[in-house]
């Protein structure tokens, strides 16, 4: 009887090595000098904005992470490889995320071009649109399918968890504090910042995904070392690249501090707020006692009339009684949110 992992295995394996063939022909990014793309007049912070927008129209359509990725991928080859004009920029970007739905998503999530046009803003026709459709799918080739870094994170992904099944309950699939997908979505929403920073633009799809996946290995096992080794191995990386992106990576990485999922929980601390409340009692029994002892509906009447100076943020007027220095001091001291701190796991 056949080792059903050594079959997987040689399966992940011949995954792998397609994608890498796919990415040596067709992975190709704009050379920038003096700031601007090479022959043209695109600067470095216009081409990353770009990818920005395109991360914002790739979830308002609704499209998958590998979307977006293969419409980046396919921005950045037509950059490198024609001289284009900055007012043609958004248009390329819109065209390049629209071919990538047609290979990625489904026709029922597409819809009709003319609707992602309206729906994202855009002023474009849609004879522009499928005119520079054209244009891109001559300058390529016809031939846009690349390997992109969210395609090398599920096939490393499944290799660790394959050769490695004692990882499982930390980045498979799933345990008492991991749901089931998370560390792939993490690494995913990673993925997709780090393609939007042009310090790391240089870098292979492969050995970007590598990086981030590392950075979370050290974190998991002792025995990282060894699994990196076998990886960089199979994927064929040169380990000065990617010792330097993998640094690049972290740097970036902790900038945007993902130290907590998008869902992360937060809970009222209310232990702030008894201790903010008996610093101001002393603060507060002066101002009472200040108002004097007289009837009590002129006291409500300054208790209302305080609540909505603070409600609506307004200064007090001199010479009214509102308009003293406890006033002012009460007024620094109120936050417009109660104080929060992360769940611990």
């Not at 992940?12 to 704009?30: F, I, N, S, T, Y």
């Not at 920005?52 to 979830?59: A, D, I, P, Q």
């Not at 050995?207 to 290995?217: G, S, V």
């Not at 990386?237 to 998008?262: G, M, Q, R």
Request: aromatic letters at 8%; one cysteine or more; hydrophobic letters at 40%.
């Amino acid at each position: 009887m056949k080792n059903p992992g050594a079959a997987e295995s040689r399966r992940l394996d011949g995954l792998l090595e397609a994608a890498l063939v796919r990415e040596a022909r067709l992975w190709k990014v704009p050379v920038f000098k003096n700031g601007c793309i090479q022959g043209a007049d695109i600067s470095s912070s216009q081409h990353q904005e770009m990818i920005l927008w395109l991360g914002e129209m790739n979830r308002l359509f609704r499209f998958c992470p590998e979307t977006f990725a293969l419409g980046v991928c396919v921005l950045n080859r037509l950059l490198s490889t024609v001289k284009a004009q900055t007012k043609y920029l958004k248009c390329i970007a819109f065209t390049s995320l629209v071919l990538a739905a047609k290979i990625n998503e489904e026709d029922e999530v597409i819809g009709s071009v003319k609707g992602l046009v309206v729906q994202s803003g855009c002023n474009f026709s849609t004879a522009e649109i499928l005119r520079m459709e054209r244009i891109i799918l001559d300058k390529l080739h016809w031939d846009l399918y690349t390997a992109t870094p969210i395609d090398f994170i599920h096939i490393f992904h499944a290799m660790l968890v394959s050769g490695h099944p004692h990882l499982i309950p930390s980045i498979g699939l799933g345990s008492g504090k991991r749901p089931p997908g998370l560390q792939v979505a993490l690494w995913t929403r990673q993925v997709q910042h780090c393609m939007a920073c042009h310090q790391l633009w240089q870098f292979k799809g492969s050995t970007l995904a590598l990086a981030i996946i590392t950075l979370e290995l050290e974190a998991l096992t002792p025995d990282w070392f060894s699994m990196l080794t076998d990886l960089l191995k199979k994927a064929q990386v040169d380990s000065a690249e990617f010792i330097h992106c993998k640094e690049v990576v972290d740097e970036y990485l902790h900038s945007l501090e993902f130290s907590l999922t998008t869902n992360a929980v937060y809970i009222f601390d209310s232990t702030r707020i008894q201790e903010e409340e008996r610093a101001q009692s002393p603060t507060r029994h002066l101002r009472e006692s200040g108002r004097g002892r007289g009837d009590g509906q002129q006291g409500d009447s300054d208790e209302y009339y305080d609540g909505f100076q603070n409600l609506y943020n307004e200064e007090a007027t001199p010479g009214t009684e509102g308009s003293n220095h406890d006033d002012s001091f009460e007024q620094e001291d109120i936050s417009s949110c109660p104080p929060l701190h992360p769940a611990v796991n």
